[in-house]
């Protein structure tokens, strides 16, 4: 037994934001500037932390970065109305709307209405159907799947791992993260099995996995001895734990853990990404680069 790669996904984004602030200034140059619209509905304090930090990396970017926040009671046609007036808008290339939505707002409406050029979170029917098809060219591609084949695009090449061919197992088929990155691993000719609650014997499923994709939304529920020696972990969710004492402001203190057990993970698998700074941060940095490719998009690019 030895001891796992960390991944780091914070190290991996910094890059690519560099990266994406450089193409943003080219741009710039030739008078358009990426800009991302951010649509909060209620205050729910994560989602509230997800869209500051969209924000601020929007703006590190030099993009314009616009952010609304709408009260819990606005109305599905009032969402609408702002999304349609975002549509039209030429000063803005990406539409976010941070779900989930409070109230009764039909989230399927909602995405629909987002102009597939301008859907940056690719949730939107069209963009699902390009990236279900392979054309990954004109597909705006949900940012933490693409954020997830990024870090395993680069840890496969480090260790020498070869994809094709390999058993890939996604845990979760969720149209946000799950099927998106079963396409995308299939793309890049894995064997891959999608498993969701409804699936019998999760732990001799994943045992076979040379590459594990967790996205379920259950804290540590994957045990280290499901995991196949040396195999590639990616743990997507983020799940919140109450830890002991009470914060700065007073507040009691919480941590973030994935759903992979993580110290028992790391005896077994080859590498694995960190709850936090692994998936998370990759997925801001892949909501900057579908901003930038739709200001490219738009600027005939
Ligand atoms: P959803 O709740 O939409 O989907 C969860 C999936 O897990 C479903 O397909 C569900 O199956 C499956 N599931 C639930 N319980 C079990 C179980 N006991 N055994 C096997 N499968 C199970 O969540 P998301 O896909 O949106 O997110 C998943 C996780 O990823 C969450 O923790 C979320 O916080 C995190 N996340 C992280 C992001 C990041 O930036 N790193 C971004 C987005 C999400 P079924 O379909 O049968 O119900």
Same mark, same amino acid.
């Given at each position: 037994?030895?001891?796992?790669?960390? /991944?780091?996904?914070? @190290?991996?984004?910094?890059? +690519?934001?560099?990266?994406?602030?450089?193409?943003?200034? /080219?741009?710039?140059?030739?008078?358009?500037?990426?800009?991302?619209?951010? /649509?909060?509905?209620? %205050?729910?304090? =994560?989602?509230?932390?997800?869209?500051?930090?969209?924000?601020?990396?929007?703006?590190?970017?030099?993009?314009?970065?616009?952010?609304?926040?709408?009260?819990?009671?606005?109305? !599905?046609?009032?969402?609408?109305?702002?999304?349609?007036?975002?549509?039209?808008?030429?000063? /803005?290339?990406?539409?976010? +709307?941070?779900?989930?939505?409070?109230?009764?707002?039909?989230? *399927?409406?909602?995405? %629909?209405?987002?102009?597939?050029?301008?859907?940056?979170?690719?949730?939107?029917?069209?963009?699902?159907?390009?990236?279900?098809?392979?054309?990954?060219?004109?597909?705006?591609?949900?940012?933490?799947?693409?954020?997830?084949?990024?870090?395993?695009?680069? *840890?496969?090449?480090?260790?020498?791992?070869?994809?094709?061919?390999? !058993? =890939?197992?996604?845990?979760?088929?969720?149209? &946000?993260?799950?099927?998106?990155?079963?396409?995308?691993?299939?793309?890049?000719?894995?064997?891959?099995?999608? =498993?969701?609650?409804?699936?019998?014997?999760?732990?001799? #499923?994943?045992?076979?996995?040379?590459? &594990?994709?967790?996205?379920?939304?259950?804290?540590? +529920?994957?045990?280290?001895?499901?995991?196949?020696?040396?195999?590639?972990? &990616?743990?997507?969710? #983020?799940?919140?734990?109450?830890? !002991?004492?009470?914060?700065?402001?007073?507040?009691?203190?919480? @941590?973030?853990?994935?759903?992979?057990?993580?110290? %028992?993970?790391?005896?077994?698998?080859?590498?694995?990404?960190?709850?936090?700074?692994?998936?998370?941060?990759?997925?801001?940095? +892949?909501?900057?680069?579908?901003?930038?490719?739709?200001? %490219?998009?738009?600027?005939?690019?």
């Amino acid at each position: 037994t030895g001891s796992a790669l960390l /991944i780091d996904g914070k @190290r991996a984004s910094e890059r +690519m934001l560099a990266s994406i602030a450089e193409k943003a200034q /080219i741009l710039i140059n030739g008078g358009i500037k990426p800009g991302l619209a951010v /649509i909060l509905v209620g %205050e729910d304090p =994560a989602s509230q932390v997800y869209v500051k930090s969209k924000g601020h990396t929007a703006v590190a970017c030099g993009f314009h970065s616009v952010q609304h926040d709408l009260p819990v009671s606005t109305t !599905e046609e009032e969402i609408l109305d702002l999304i349609a007036r975002l549509n039209a808008d030429p000063t /803005i290339h990406g539409i976010l +709307m941070q779900l989930p939505l409070p109230g009764g707002a039909d989230p *399927t409406r909602i995405i %629909e209405s987002i102009a597939p050029s301008k859907d940056v979170d690719g949730l939107h029917p069209l963009n699902a159907g390009l990236l279900a098809v392979g054309n990954f060219h004109r597909a705006l591609i949900p940012c933490t799947p693409a954020g997830c084949v990024h870090l395993l695009d680069q *840890t496969a090449a480090e260790l020498g791992v070869d994809l094709a061919g390999a !058993e =890939a197992v996604v845990v979760g088929r969720s149209n &946000l993260v799950g099927k998106p990155i079963a396409q995308l691993l299939l793309a890049r000719n894995a064997t891959v099995t999608l =498993a969701h609650s409804k699936s019998r014997d999760l732990p001799a #499923i994943i045992s076979r996995a040379d590459l &594990l994709v967790a996205a379920v939304g259950r804290p540590e +529920m994957i045990r280290g001895n499901w995991i196949k020696p040396g195999a590639i972990v &990616l743990d997507v969710g #983020i799940n919140r734990l109450p830890a !002991e004492g009470l914060t700065a402001s007073g507040k009691p203190k919480s @941590r973030l853990v994935g759903d992979v057990a993580r110290e %028992e993970a790391l005896t077994r698998a080859a590498a694995i990404t960190p709850v936090p700074g692994g998936v998370g941060p990759m997925t801001i940095a +892949m909501l900057m680069a579908n901003t930038l490719r739709a200001a %490219e998009a738009y600027a005939g690019l």
